[in-house]
């Protein structure tokens, strides 16, 4: 099995500065050949490439999380929303999607209401 050696990988992480930082990572070939595959596609380079496919895992481990947490009952529904890094009723859509009772009460309701 032959592992690729990556390029530095400029990624934007530290918020204060805004100042790129830079990631280095080994994979293996068949993941090299579907990043290929990608940046192919999508006409980007090796960098925009694998930005764009971090990104788009993180994101989808952010409702993961906030999925489970919530069904565990460690989250309510907001702060789950919040985390997800959606709104409430995209948050909603994936635990219908994912058949997972809502869990609030009126009270909690009414609060958010104002009633």
Not at 36 to 41: D, G, K, R, S
């Amino acid at each position: 099995m032959n592992i690729i050696q990556p390029k530095p990988l400029n990624i934007s992480f530290n918020k204060s500065y805004n100042m790129p930082e830079i990631i280095t990572a080994q994979i293996k070939e068949e993941m090299a050949k579907e990043l290929n595959e990608f940046m192919q596609i999508y006409g980007v380079d090796r960098s925009t490439a694998i930005r764009k496919l971090l990104e788009k895992g993180l994101d989808e481990w952010k409702i993961e999380r906030a999925i489970s947490e919530y069904r565990d009952g460690k989250l309510s529904l907001m702060r789950a929303s919040e985390i997800a890094g959606v709104s409430i009723w995209e948050f909603l859509d994936e635990l219908e999607e994912k058949d997972i009772s809502i869990n609030i009460s009126w009270d909690t309701i009414e609060e958010s209401l104002g009633i």
